[in-house]
């Protein structure tokens, strides 16, 4: 093992496995990344995780560093093609907006619509795919409704948002009884 951390992982990565471990290291937030780096590998050497929810399959110190010292899982996309993506998903947002008339918009058929759908279902982790996918998902022309592939991290954070969001909305009760309203 090289107990080194692969480049792959960002800071906010880090920071994350800090706070979810509960990480002892002082001003972890204004460490450079190389730093943390280091400080997250010796705190592992010396001292025993707690097993997380978010990452299961992590059990014990060693796993987590071997987790740690590989390619981050899913890098997901870079920015050109994350860019790429959306300009994609906009194009089809467009078009629903645009009362799916093929007329409206660039594009020659069906068929390209549904292979655009195709590319951007794949990433709906990024929020402008999913509202395309969203929307594209009600054209009555397409048969074979397109499934959103949002990671579990994000479909985590979207129940919270969803479910903050509830409590937030204000609601009307109906009480029925007997009330006594007295006058002076």
Same mark, same amino acid.
């Given at each position: 093992?090289? =107990?080194? &951390?692969?480049?792959?992982?960002?800071?906010?990565?880090?920071?994350?496995?800090?706070?979810?471990?509960?990480?002892?290291?002082?001003?972890?937030?204004?460490?450079?990344k190389s730093t943390l780096?280091?400080?997250?590998i010796a705190f592992l050497k010396y001292n025993e995780i707690q097993q997380n929810d978010?990452?299961?399959?992590?059990?014990t110190n060693e796993e987590l560093i071997s987790y740690l010292e590989n390619e981050k899982p899913n890098t997901g996309l870079n920015?050109?093609?994350k860019? =790429?993506? &959306?300009?994609?998903?906009?194009k089809l947002i467009q078009y629903c907006r645009n009362s799916y008339l093929i007329s409206l918009t660039d594009y020659q058929?069906?068929?390209?619509?549904?292979?655009?759908?195709?590319?951007?279902s794949k990433h709906c982790d990024v929020p402008t795919c999913r509202r395309a996918i969203t929307e594209l998902n009600n054209d009555n022309k397409i048969r074979n409704k397109f499934d959103l592939h949002i990671s579990p991290k994000v479909k985590q954070h979207l129940e919270l948002k969803e479910k903050q969001k509830q409590e937030l909305t204000p609601t009307f009760r109906l009480h029925?009884?007997?009330y006594q309203v007295i006058f002076d």
């Amino acid at each position: 093992m090289t =107990n080194k &951390i692969d480049k792959s992982f960002t800071k906010k990565d880090l920071l994350e496995f800090v706070e979810l471990y509960d990480m002892d290291i002082d001003d972890s937030l204004n460490l450079p990344k190389s730093t943390l780096q280091n400080e997250i590998i010796a705190f592992l050497k010396y001292n025993e995780i707690q097993q997380n929810d978010e990452y299961p399959e992590i059990l014990t110190n060693e796993e987590l560093i071997s987790y740690l010292e590989n390619e981050k899982p899913n890098t997901g996309l870079n920015y050109k093609d994350k860019q =790429n993506i &959306i300009h994609i998903a906009k194009k089809l947002i467009q078009y629903c907006r645009n009362s799916y008339l093929i007329s409206l918009t660039d594009y020659q058929s069906i068929d390209e619509i549904y292979e655009d759908g195709i590319k951007v279902s794949k990433h709906c982790d990024v929020p402008t795919c999913r509202r395309a996918i969203t929307e594209l998902n009600n054209d009555n022309k397409i048969r074979n409704k397109f499934d959103l592939h949002i990671s579990p991290k994000v479909k985590q954070h979207l129940e919270l948002k969803e479910k903050q969001k509830q409590e937030l909305t204000p609601t009307f009760r109906l009480h029925k009884g007997l009330y006594q309203v007295i006058f002076d």
